[in-house]
């Protein structure tokens, strides 16, 4: 779960890049949980094709991964897409505003 922000701003000659921890709990988006849940069960699955051919089935262990990626690409679009509805979301937004006021001076 994130716990942790990352600013990126452009000074025109410079681009800066701030990581700060999160001043707020960030919670689990459970849409987002349940798909990245969904892909990670398809990924073991495929990994377990993989150890039952005896580490032979290359295409088992590519679906494995593959599965895994395409589960972290789509736990980002729901974050994306559901963080902004969540509470947590203002205060966390305050927080970058926050960093770039102070980036400025």
């Keep these: 779960m994130p716990g942790e922000i990352f600013v990126f701003t452009s000074t025109g000659e410079r681009v800066l890049i701030v ?12 849409e987002c949980k349940e798909e990245w849940e969904r892909f990670s069960r398809r990924s073991a699955e495929a990994l377990d094709v993989y150890r039952s051919s005896k580490l032979k089935d290359k295409k088992a262990i590519d679906d494995s991964f593959r599965y895994r990626e395409q589960g972290f690409e789509a736990y980002r679009r729901c ?23 102070r980036l400025e001076e």
């Design 19 to 30: 990581y700060s921890p999160a001043e707020t709990d960030v919670a689990e988006i459970r």
């Design 79 to 101: 974050f994306g897409r559901e963080a902004t509805k969540q509470p947590f979301f203002l205060p966390l937004k305050r927080q970058v505003q926050s960093i770039l006021d």
